[in-house]
């Protein structure tokens, strides 16, 4: 059985929630998030609690059962208080700005990079720090992968754009006689 899928999730006072023909609709006071849930599973909504049961034992089903709870819980997370996602950036010269919902990224190459942030996520940078927020993990993880995609991190000096908790393994340059 799963373990993740068999816990409850705990829902605060502000979040409203419509469950109807396997379509999950999370409203809070930071925004609306929609997602049709796969129709091996059955959630049961009742007071304050939401728990994801599965039709049957079989495997792929209590798979999907974890994988559903899973994100059902970032749904209600991130309507209720947001996820945030920061970037580093190393490098002389490289730094970025945001204009609109557009990222402008200096990072050593010849022109400077338009990054489209999507709708649905905000940009603020601060000094040599991109931080991303948005009410869906989802997107914001697939954005924040684009954005380091552009300029990952190179093991000599660490240049480039890398996840603020990310540790990069440094390389020993040639060695000189």
Same mark, same amino acid.
Request: glycine content about 8%; aromatic content about 6%; hydrophobic content about 40%.
């Given at each position: 059985m799963s373990r993740v899928g068999k816990k409850p999730i705990k829902l605060p006072?502000?979040?409203?929630? %419509?469950?109807?023909?396997?379509?999950?609709?999370?409203?809070?006071?930071?925004? #609306?998030?929609?997602?049709?849930?796969?129709s091996s599973v059955v959630l049961h909504i009742n007071d304050g609690l939401l728990t994801v049961q599965p039709n049957d034992d079989k495997? /792929?089903?209590?798979?999907? $059962?974890?994988? %559903?709870?899973?994100? #059902?819980?970032?749904? #209600?997370?991130? %309507?209720?208080?947001?996820?945030?996602?920061v970037l580093e950036i190393n490098g002389i010269g490289y730094r970025a700005e945001v204009k609109d919902n $557009?990222?402008?990224?200096?990072?050593?190459?010849s022109k400077p990079i338009t990054f489209v942030l999507p709708k649905a996520v905000t940009a603020t940078v601060e000094k040599n720090l991109i931080k991303l927020y948005s009410i869906d993990k989802e997107l914001l993880g697939v954005t924040s992968a684009?954005?380091?995609y552009l300029r990952p991190p190179e093991p000599y000096k660490g240049k480039g754009? /890398?996840?603020?908790?990310?540790?990069i393994q440094r390389k020993a340059g040639k060695s000189a006689k």
């Open positions: 006072d502000s979040i409203k929630i %419509t469950y109807e023909h396997n379509n999950l609709k999370v409203e809070g006071k930071k925004g #609306v998030l929609e997602r049709s849930i796969h495997k /792929k089903t209590i798979a999907i $059962q974890g994988l %559903t709870r899973a994100l #059902v819980a970032n749904m #209600v997370h991130g %309507t209720h208080n947001g996820f945030e996602r $557009q990222l402008i990224l200096n990072i050593g190459y684009s954005i380091r754009i /890398k996840f603020i908790e990310e540790v």
